[in-house]
């Protein structure tokens, strides 16, 4: 987890001016500016759209990010290959991220930055998002972390779906390869892709999370099958395996050598059920988990650690409107974690338990203007050993307060680019089990983000 190395140290005490601000003021009237100069022509999300000839704002909440509309859903689980047949360049994109970020008080600074009110370029990514060929899409990343001065092959999506029918009904079904349990998934409510996407290297974060929440991203792969039914019923199951620390430096996700290592296939499924009532509301509930064996640290010598998280989660959105969009997410986590060898290597308790709940709403005025606003709450058992807070709780909770601005990626605009600027604050109630000084951990990030196709400007519609 990000920050997580200085989370517990002494924190300076608060100054009265914040330099920053000035910094902040500025950033935010140059990235205007950079709006309305740039906004002729205007422009949409890459790749994606210049492959299928339609403006982000087809596919995603506020024409930008990972919420997806219903479009967006049945281009993801058609795998990636729709289109309008106008293009037959590589869909390529790259993606150019930077921020401003403030904490409440100083932390111990990255090398390279200050204690505070750091501005930074944060990364660089360049994705291949389309069409492979014979049926097959993909949806890869490399980014570089230029905080931390690393690279990594990030995030994989792999599909080829087919088309049948099973008792009459109309069926979707396909395979798909993946890199990070959850990234296959077509809803927002699942930890992959919920709202909370915008973090910073320069705050801090909650010591203990789910396993289904990011601690197997990037470091295993995985293969599955799925089947959407009568466009009602979502099924899927895929099975995980670690990868050679070896292969993983190369692709730059080095990891310790005392670092958590997984034993055998992981097994991962989802279910799901959606409805669209009156062409106005759609709404999905559904379940996931994930289970895998461990070796804590690394230790082969004293057995294996079970780790199994179960989630239940909802979507709804209201989809009548051209100008209005409104989404809530929820979803809530249960994992318990048998730990037979932990008990043995670290004297932790023979088991303990978390859980996870975050919802969401978000709103979005034509796909320009969207606010949104998170509660999170995380709560388990009292382990020092286990969870390493102070008190041995991982207790955790807050609200995150967001708005977001796309001046493109609408209709009636080029393909080949777009931009996302947005400000956001995080703010804490209890953070590793301590309601005293929680607030110390609030952040307030800036960030602007500018998206483009290389090759989106040469096609032709």
Known sequence: ????????????????????????????????????????????LP?????????????????????????GRDFKLFGYVSGD????????????SSSY?????????????????????????????????WG????????????????????????????????????????????????????????????????????????ASALIDGKLSGRVAGVGGFAMWDDQLYTEFAAYGQLDRNFLARQGLATPATADRYQGTIPYWRLALQHDFSDKHYLEVGAYGVQAKRFPADVQTFGTDTITDVGLDTTYQYIGSKRHFVAAHATWIHEDDKLDASHLTAKTATSDHLDVLRADAIYS?????????ELFKTTGSNDPKFFRTANGSPNSDGYVVELMFTPWGKKDTVRWANARLYTRYVGYTRFNG???????????LVGLSAAFAPFGGFVKR
């Open 101 to 133: 970020t403030e904490t409440a008080t100083d932390r111990t600074p990255l090398p390279h930055y200050a204690a505070n009110d750091n501005a930074a370029i944060t990364n660089v990514l360049l994705a291949y998002a389309g069409k492979v060929g």
């Open 136 to 207: 097959v899409g993909a949806f890869a990343e490399v980014t570089y972390d230029s905080v931390r001065d690393k690279y990594a092959v990030s995030r994989v999506d792999i599909r080829r779906a087919f088309t049948g029918s099973v008792a009459g009904k109309d069926v979707v079904y396909g395979v798909d390869v993946n890199n990070r349990p959850g990234l296959q998934d077509l809803w927002n409510s699942t930890p992959v892709f919920e709202f909370s996407t915008f973090t910073s290297a320069f705050a801090g974060s909650p010591a």
């Open 85 to 96: 047949g106008k293009n037959t360049l590589p869909p390529i994109a790259a993606i150019v």
């Open 434 to 444: 301590k309601t005293a000084g929680a607030s110390d951990n609030n952040t307030f």
């Open 1 to 44: 987890m990000l920050g997580l190395v200085d989370m517990m140290g002494a924190h300076a005490p608060r100054r009265a001016l914040r330099p920053g601000r000035r910094l902040l003021l500025a950033a935010w009237l140059a990235a205007l500016a950079c709006a309305v100069l740039w906004a002729s022509p205007a422009a949409a």
């Open 365 to 373: 005025f034509n796909d320009t203007w969207t606010p949104a606003v």
């Open 47 to 71: 790749s994606f759209a210049q492959q299928t000839g339609e403006p982000c704002a087809a596919c995603h909440v506020g024409a930008y990010g990972g919420q997806l509309k219903p479009y």
